[in-house]
């Protein structure tokens, strides 16, 4: 199939279904609603309200999710926007992006969560696998708790940072497996203050603090 023919049926697809998925629109799922599709946007946020669930993933390229409390699904996926997740809502996949910061909320909960260039603030929330991020700053706080490895990926061409990446693991938060950082030019700085890392800090520059 041409391209041609591929970029006309995903545009005959949003087309069919203008409530799940839009080009230039954004997305709005009221309180309590089922959806069992995906919803998909191109230039939009998307909303979903408190208890709302979801049958299929949240993604969007240039806009924001914000997803309310108490909501279930798929995963959650943004390109250039921040996501937002409330307080007791999970997903049972991926939280990610690529340049936009990341936000859960206490009781949230996710498989894995990762970014390329965006700051991760998770309070209180619990990661089934790994958190992982290229060049953001990561927060942990309020007893969240990452099941595996808290990884710094390395570099996607010339790492041009001037300042140390930063991690802060506090307040009770608890990263059970390592700290990884897989570049070896990269500079990170660990601030570990009432938090706790099950394994080790490896890594050819980075430091406790």
Same mark, same amino acid.
Request: glycine fraction near 14%; hydrophobic fraction near 35%.
């Given at each position: 199939?041409?391209?041609?023919?591929?970029?006309?049926?995903?545009?005959?697809?949003?087309?069919?279904?203008?409530?799940?998925?839009?080009?230039?629109?954004?997305?709005?799922?009221?309180?309590?609603?089922?959806?069992?599709?995906?919803? =998909?946007?191109? @230039? %939009?946020? +998307?909303?979903?309200?408190?208890?709302?669930? &979801?049958? !299929? /993933?949240?993604?969007? #390229? *240039? $806009?924001?999710?914000?997803?309310?409390?108490?909501?279930?699904?798929?995963?959650? =996926?943004?390109? @250039? %926007?921040? +996501?937002?997740?409330?307080?007791?809502?999970? &997903?049972? !996949? /991926?939280?990610?992006? #690529? *340049? $936009?910061?990341?936000?859960?909320?206490?009781?949230?909960?996710?498989?894995?969560? =990762?970014?390329? @260039? %965006?700051?991760?603030?998770?309070?209180?929330?619990?990661?089934?696998?790994?958190?992982?991020?290229?060049?953001?700053?990561?927060?942990?706080?309020?007893?969240?708790?990452?099941?595996?490895?808290?990884?710094?990926?390395?570099?996607?061409?010339?790492?041009?940072?001037?300042?140390?990446?930063?991690?802060?693991?506090?307040?009770?938060?608890?990263?059970?497996?390592?700290?990884?950082?897989?570049?070896?030019?990269?500079?990170?700085?660990?601030?570990?203050?009432?938090?706790?890392?099950?394994?080790?800090?490896?890594?050819?520059?980075?430091?406790?603090?």
């Amino acid at each position: 199939m041409t391209r041609g023919r591929v970029f006309l049926a995903i545009l005959a697809l949003v087309v069919a279904v203008p409530v799940a998925a839009g080009i230039n629109s954004s997305i709005k799922v009221e309180s309590g609603d089922v959806v069992d599709t995906d919803l =998909s946007t191109v @230039n %939009g946020q +998307i909303r979903i309200g408190d208890g709302a669930t &979801v049958h !299929g /993933e949240a993604e969007s #390229v *240039n $806009g924001s999710i914000e997803v309310g409390r108490d909501v279930r699904l798929d995963s959650v =996926s943004v390109v @250039n %926007g921040s +996501i937002e997740i409330g307080e007791g809502s999970v &997903v049972d !996949g /991926e939280v990610s992006t #690529v *340049n $936009g910061k990341i936000s859960m909320e206490n009781g949230t909960r996710a498989r894995e969560v =990762s970014t390329v @260039n %965006g700051q991760l603030e998770l309070s209180g929330a619990e990661v089934e696998s790994d958190v992982s991020t290229y060049n953001g700053n990561v927060k942990l706080n309020g007893g969240t708790t990452v099941g595996g490895d808290l990884v710094i990926k390395e570099s996607r061409g010339n790492n041009n940072r001037r300042k140390p990446l930063q991690i802060y693991i506090e307040d009770g938060a608890r990263v059970d497996g390592d700290v990884i950082v897989e570049d070896d030019d990269m500079e990170v700085e660990v601030h570990i203050k009432g938090g706790k890392v099950g394994g080790q800090l490896r890594g050819k520059k980075i430091t406790q603090r």
